[in-house]
DNA sequence: GGTGTTGTTCGAGAGTTGTCGAACAAGGGT
DNA sequence: ACCCTTGTTCGACAACTCTCGAACAACACC
């Protein structure tokens, strides 16, 4: 079971946005983000691993990811550079904190 | 039934996202984009009245629409100053034609 | 008033998604 | 060898979404 990390010019915008369209989904990116590299069960946002793995899941397979084995774990770090250079100012926008009002 | 155009800021960041996750209501916006106000039923993509009556009440209660009346016809036009106050660059990168390769 | 155009709303159906517990697999430690 | 930790996968279930045709509403025009 390869990770199946595809090329970001074989994933359709719509795929990206619909990965990013939850909010479990969203606080990963953001950790992501912040924190750098990050073993996967480093999330816990209230959801059971199972949950959790399948949120990495839809994330790598949209190309907003990629994982690798270390040990027990599995290291997971955001494809920055790449999307950045894709869709220049998509991740600021949605990364950045709003103001409530 | 009034329009029910929310403030953005009542918005959460997935619910756009997810409104944007769609193919059909891309190219939507896409054609809000480049041809400023259009009316409902300029938006011929393959789709039913019906369903494209659906997707435009996404959009809108997004707070990506506004929608005025105007005779038997509805003029739908793009929030853009508002998101890309809110959001800068999201609309630019999801709306930017995507090199294939 | 009647007719036609334009959209919305109402079910309904098929498909997708988010969630979980349980079972399984792979490593590390003792 | 044994166990514990870390993740993945497998059903299953509820909820949501996209789609449609049909019925309805609002308006314009003759």
Known sequence: ME??????TAVPVTAVL???????RLQIVRA???GGEAACG???????KATRSH???VLR????TR?????TSRL????RDELDQRYPGLLDAVLTPRPPA
Do not use: N, Q
Request: aromatic content about 6%.
């Open 3 to 8: 990770p199946h990390e595809p090329d970001l």
């Open 18 to 24: 619909a990965a990013l369209a939850d909010d479990v």
């Open 32 to 34: 992501l983000a912040e």
């Open 42 to 48: 480093s999330f816990d946002f209230g959801v059971s």
């Open 55 to 57: 949120h990495l899941k």
């Open 61 to 64: 397979e949209a190309g907003l």
């Open 67 to 71: 994982t690798r084995a270390a040990g």
């Open 76 to 79: 997971v770090r955001l494809r």
